[in-house]
């Protein structure tokens, strides 16, 4: 074969547009094209899809584990591959591996292992998200309060040199732990930064903002709330048209009603997009884990400490999708952006979230009823519900 398929029968959506009575054409990895059926090249594989919806790959900012692993347990190559095999196994055709808050060593042996995944191109593996340790105590979550500290110049050192090998990091930092000047110094390496666990005020965001800072982490979970003379964290990601934000849709972390407002009104060009926030339960029946020494149970779609504090999400991006569309009655283009279009637009992945000519080839077959079919990357079938026994 030449390396060129044509996907035949599908109701396509490009990441802004559907196409009917078109074909997908892929080739060397790439997007070809969305062409008409008697444009297709003679050589091509034809895929008949049946009927079958393709839209691309669903991008996740905020993956900790999957599949039984949690990265901040198992921070190696491996891990890696584990995590982003699994998540596959729901659409997800590229992820950011976050490690949550941690020992110096730990955060070490983590931007090590991505350098590592990187260069073995791991498929389904983007980058690396750092969600702290530079974070607030006041807002911890579940963030171990001991292991929370203020920036040092050996932490600026291991994100930038981590920066220079691979093609995106992200961090997440709180201003009570961390500098304008070290922020500035964070962009000018070319590593996005996010706010998130923080009990910030709206003009120090403001001057964050200014500093370099583009993103805000799980949007209402953790940080200073929407006040009507303090509008704070929540009251800047929404008003700042710079913010991208990210939302845990899994109707745990965000009541919907509050999603709602949330939609209707941000400010752009930024725009809300999905994470799914997932644990090493993804994937697995497991009933729970050990993160920083202490046990996170897992009931009934929730995650949660002894004292019931969440710890993380049990959500895949599919399912966070299909919770946008059916409950909180999204369109399903505009859900599909929010998990694909939006956070590559946030990060600066000019080559996803999208199936035009010349794209990366990463895309999922869902039936009528977004249900998984088949997930692909770099146009190859790494997963296959019907073969997966899932």
């Known amino acids: 074969m030449s390396g060129i398929k044509a996907f035949v029968g599908a109701r396509i959506f490009d990441g802004a547009l559907w196409h009917d009575g078109k074909v997908l054409v892929t080739g060397g990895g790439h997007v070809d094209g969305i062409t008409d059926p008697t ?46 095999t699994t998540h596959a196994q729901f659409g997800t055709t590229a992820l950011m591996v976050t490690l949550i808050t941690d020992r110096p060593d730990v955060t070490s042996r983590a931007a090590e292992a991505g350098i590592a995944a990187g260069k073995a ?16 105590v006041t807002r911890k979550g579940t963030h171990d309060p001991a292991l929370i500290r203020t920036m040092e110049t050996t932490d600026l050192e291991v994100l930038t040199a981590c920066k220079a090998a691979l093609p995106f990091v992200l961090t997440t930092i709180a201003p009570e732990s961390v500098t304008v000047e070290q922020v500035a110094a964070l962009r000018q390496a070319g590593i996005v930064v996010s706010l998130g666990h923080t009990d910030t005020g709206f003009d120090l965001v403001t001057a964050y903002a200014g500093a370099g800072v583009s993103m805000v982490t799980h949007l209402f979970n953790a940080m200073s709330p929407l006040g009507h003379r303090e509008p704070g964290l929540v009251g800047a990601a929404l008003s700042n048209g710079e913010f991208n934000c990210g939302l845990i849709a899994d109707g745990f972390h965000v009541d919907p009603a509050a999603i709602g407002i949330a939609l209707r009104a941000k400010n752009g060009p930024g725009r809300i997009f999905l994470v799914t926030d997932a644990m090493s339960t ?13 046990r ?24 966070c999708i299909r919770f946008m569309h059916e409950k909180m009655s999204v369109p399903l283009e505009e859900a599909l952006k ?18 035009l000519p010349g794209a990366d080839a990463d895309f999922v ?17 790494i997963h296959d519900t019907a073969h997966s026994g899932a």
């Open 338 to 355: 929010m998990a694909s279009a939006y956070p590559a637009e946030a990060i600066g992945a000019t080559d996803k979230g999208k199936l």
């Open 365 to 381: 077959l869902l039936t009528a009823g977004l249900q998984m079919h088949s997930t692909w990357i770099g146009g190859e079938k």
């Open 121 to 136: 191109r791991v498929p389904g593996f983007l980058g690396l998200h750092f969600e702290g340790p530079h974070l607030s």
């Open 296 to 319: 996170v149970y897992r009931n009934g779609g929730r995650l949660t400490l002894a004292d019931g504090t969440l710890a993380g999400a049990d959500i895949d991006m599919l399912s």
């Open 39 to 84: 444009s297709v090249p003679a050589e091509a594989e034809i895929i008949d899809t049946n009927g079958l919806l393709i839209a691309p790959g669903f991008i996740d900012l905020q993956v900790n584990g999957g599949g039984g692993v949690m990265f901040n347990n198992q921070p190696d190559v491996q891990g890696i591959r584990r995590i982003c």
């Open 282 to 294: 993804i994937g697995t029946e497991d009933d729970g884990f050990e993160l920083n020494g202490r």
